[in-house]
């Protein structure tokens, strides 16, 4: 089964943490461009990047990720 990001969770995530992506790049230390760009679904983080995407949310990886087609 291979897995894939997923935009969509990423913004549920935030949200559900009610952060804004100004907020939340400040917390992740990602630029805000780059995590409009990942929500957006124009750019896919690097495993490195979704490390630090899920440990900003203390989530697992997982919770990014949907299953691929």
């Given amino acids: 089964m291979k897995r894939?990001?997923?935009p969509?969770?990423?913004?549920?995530?935030?949200?559900r943490h009610k952060l804004s992506q100004p907020r939340f790049?400040?917390?992740?230390?990602i630029?805000?461009?780059?995590?409009r760009m990942y929500?957006?679904?124009?750019?896919l983080p690097s495993v490195a990047?979704?490390?630090?995407i899920a440990d900003t949310f203390k989530?697992?990886?997982d919770d990014l990720c949907i299953q691929e087609d």
């Fill in 4 to 6: 894939k990001f997923d």
């Fill in 31 to 35: 630029p805000l461009d780059t995590v």
């Fill in 59 to 61: 989530c697992p990886l």
């Fill in 49 to 52: 990047r979704l490390f630090i």
């Fill in 25 to 29: 790049a400040t917390l992740s230390g």
């Fill in 8 to 15: 969509q969770s990423m913004k549920r995530l935030r949200k």
């Fill in 39 to 43: 929500e957006q679904g124009r750019a």
